[in-house]
């Protein structure tokens, strides 16, 4: 055999590596094709297929019965509610704060603002696992006024859930580093034509913010939607249950493998789905999420 | 006319208090708008965030629980003592009344038990209370390490294994996905987003999917190692085994967090000039040159970031260990936040869950500033 062409080589190369992509590719598609696959098949096909390569096919007796069987045994619409809930009031509420607090930094001059500005950027470094013992301790001692008038604790409510998540140190500084970078003419303009302060927030700048408010309401749409540690210690009742601690509860039921399965794939399939539709904007906001330091 | 500054005396005291010393008093109107507007978000911060984190540093040292009739009262150190004390202690094997070594039946040494000296043995009371973490043989003698908290102990150095291995295997294993990724080839942005699903799916989801395929009798894993090996494979519990739970939930957060850091790492590459490679593509160099010269000086920040963000993000180790494992097998995979949910949510003992949150923010903490150091500005 002659030596290959240069071309010929080439050529190789790049097909050896769209092989060695494709083979990656499986090691992370396989368990959600796994997921979704066994959601289908009934609990003893289920076990005897996981010995042999079908269990990555969707034969045999295909049915939606383990959804069927999931959504009786547990109230997994209500547990759907909540999250969505909670997630939608979050997500709409730490927009608004956040951008609020962040035009205010980006554009008004007021005294002590640099030194909150860094006691902000400060806070990056504490982890939710750090705070969330004592904050705790806070939930169960806030008052809150009820249908019964003025109740101390927050524990087991939808506001618990909510409230401490609408502002964050990371979404507003991601809104006072898009705002600062902004042209200064355009408050300038806007206020020499009369506008006030709240007008130019409202009617100039939210309007143009639109990548930002892609990437912050990502970022809280994805921690309030897969929120477990702080509902597992604050909310005791079922109706109040989000979506991923009522997946843990269901587990402990010792359900069978298929509605489990059927469950894992009620949270992540729309997720998977939204992911998809809008791939470049999440691969962004998570991104920058990283690069916070 | 009269002067700015006597203006500004003559203001209110609001005024005099929100607007900054050098801006003109018709601006005032801007101070009061500008803090109006970050107030509720400023509030929301203050109670969620910064309270409970100075919280957690007075209530480690007190005797504070969630719920109980008495006030909280100091404690001191007492709840960081409690969680930390660590006392190596060598035994002496027992001798006869000639000062002969008694051996016992299958002629090895006998030591004397350890219960003896570390309960209320007035002669030992430094020892009192604490059990055996681990022990080895040094010579004659054996050497042990007795704790007063051997499930926390063994938490704390479980997390710390935990981020010291999977920092570097997180880390280099998106590095090799960027590099791949990291060419103008046709779909490469289909790729990179497989890649990076798993880093939308809940950590919740991903660790009960993975308890199937970890699973000792009909687990997936098991069943590709089978196999590939022709059936020569002995099927693992996995997540049952004391020696390969903590690895097997390494590696599942690797797979489920690997795509974030490709990412990162893929905006680092792209910070290299291209012109860069063409000039050391002129002087002959190779591929392994061209990364080792080129690529990765350009990434050192970069890769501090990676590593600093794993090892971070590796310490908070909580939903892998409460879905999966809830600590076992004999305790190889408790983590320090699952003790800390397990104490202060658990057995309602805010004081010592906050301790241990205090002990792993200066982890943390000791970590970012590392970080600092290494990426300062060099002048």
Known sequence: MKTMSLETRQNLIIGLRYALLILISAIFIFPIVFMVVSSLKPDIQLLRDSGSLRAFLPVGDISLNNYADAFERVPMVQFAFNSIFTTAVSVGASLWLNSMAAFSFAFLKWRGKAIVLSLIIATFIVPFEVVAIPMLLIANNLPWIGPNGIEIGWLNSYHVQIIPFIADSLGIFLFYQYFRDLPDELVEAARIDGASIFQIYARIIMPIAGPILATVAILKFLTMWNAYLWPLMTIRSEELRPIMVGLQYFFQLNTAWGEIMAYLSVVTIPVLIFYLALQRAFIESIATSGIKG | ?????????????????????????????????????????????????????????????????????????????????????????????????????????????????????????????????????????????????????????????????????????????????????????????VFRSIYFAPVVVSMVVVALLWRFIYDGNNGLLNTILGMITFGSFQPVDWLGNPYTAMPAMIAMSAWQAVGFHMVIWLAGLQTIPVSLYEAAGLDGAGAWQKFRYVTWPGLRNTAVLVLIVITIQAMGLFIQVDVMTRGGPLDTTQSVVYQAVQRGYGKQDMAEGAAISVILFVIVFTIAMVQRYLTRERN
């Open chain 2, 1 to 189: 006319m009269i002067s700015a500054a006597t203006a500004r005396r003559n203001a209110p005291l609001w005024v005099r208090l929100l607007l900054p010393k050098d801006a003109p008093l018709y601006q005032r109107n801007d101070a009061v708008m500008g803090w109006l507007m970050a107030f509720p978000a400023l509030l929301v911060l203050t109670v969620f965030l910064v309270i409970p984190f100075l919280m957690a540093f007075v209530i480690s040292f007190t005797n504070q629980r969630l719920i109980s009739p008495n006030p909280a009262e100091w404690v001191g150190l007492r709840n960081f003592e409690r969680l930390l004390t660590i006392r190596p202690f060598t035994l002496e094997p027992e001798r006869d009344e000639s000062g002969a070594f008694v051996y016992d039946d299958d002629g090895s040494l006998s030591y004397p038990r350890l219960r003896n000296f570390t309960r209320n043995n007035p002669d030992y009371p430094d020892l009192d209370g604490l059990r055996e973490f681990t022990s080895w043989q040094a010579g004659e003698n054996r050497t042990v390490i007795l704790a007063a908290d051997v499930v926390f102990l063994r938490a704390l150095i479980n997390t710390l294994i935990f981020a010291a291995v999977i920092a570097p295997l997180q880390g280099g294993l998106a590095l090799l996905l960027a590099l791949l990724l990291n060419q103008a080839l046709p779909f490469i942005n």
